[in-house]
């Protein structure tokens, strides 16, 4: 069965740490994918990659930063955490870039920020 | 660029009733459309897809139309049961990325 996971459910950080979520899939898929969604705004791209060391800013990349290094993870950076960063972080993971392919998530983490 | 429209919720229904949820798209030619749901507690997985014009997808009762006359996919279920509650998302490929644009989500309640 099709799984991704994450490294975390909650999350509560202060204003200036670091901050990792890790995210990893079973499947061998070549894209994987970071959203935030927040209650009226949907779903928002962070970042994707489309291979191993390859990254794409996507819709909102400001404040994050990702890695990685092998094909099965993808982590997402939180710098400097702010409290505009308080939101539900969810990761995805598809085989490839075909405009039909599937795309699996992960439960999300719920990051607090204080 | 692309983008999509959905009905804003929540939606509130009794079991059984007839279920739509609007929505409407904007793109370049005709992409596939998706619908994902996201059940209390979970990520998102998909529900049904269409690949192309006046294709219907269907699973778990629901079905959507791909009309391109009215560039809609609209969501639709003959019953709902209370197992249904959710917010629902409809999507289509990004132009630009190789991923998808996400409607801002309508949630169900389906009461007993």
């Known amino acids: 069965d099709v799984k991704v996971t994450q490294s975390s459910r909650y999350l509560v950080k202060r204003t200036g740490e670091k901050v990792f979520l890790e995210c990893v899939q079973d499947m061998d898929h070549e894209n994987m994918f970071w959203y935030r969604q927040d209650p009226g705004l949907g779903l928002r791209l962070i970042y994707f990659s489309y291979d191993v060391k390859m990254k794409e800013k996507g819709d909102i990349p400001e404040g994050y930063s990702v890695s990685r290094e092998k094909k099965e993870r993808f982590s997402l950076i939180l710098e400097s955490a702010s409290t505009n960063q308080t939101s539900m972080y969810l990761c995805?993971?598809?085989?490839?870039?075909?405009?039909?392919?599937?795309?699996?998530f992960g439960p999300g983490t719920r990051l607090t920020v204080l | 660029g692309d983008s999509v429209t959905q009905m804003e919720g929540p939606v509130t229904l009794s079991e059984e009733a007839f279920l739509t949820i609007n929505c409407t798209y904007t793109a370049t030619g005709y992409p596939s459309l998706f619908w994902y749901v996201q059940y209390p507690g979970e990520g998102l997985q998909l529900l049904l897809k269409?690949?192309?014009?006046?294709d219907k997808g269907s699973n778990k009762g629901f079905e959507a139309t791909y009309r391109k006359e009215t560039t809609s996919f609209h969501l639709e279920k003959g019953s709902v049961q209370v197992s249904d509650s959710a917010v629902y998302f409809c999507a289509l490929p990004s132009s630009g990325y190789s991923t998808l644009t996400f409607g801002k989500g309508t949630m169900l309640l389906v009461s007993p």
């Open positions: 269409a690949t192309k014009a006046d």
């Open positions: 995805a993971s598809s085989m490839t870039s075909g405009s039909t392919d599937t795309q699996y």
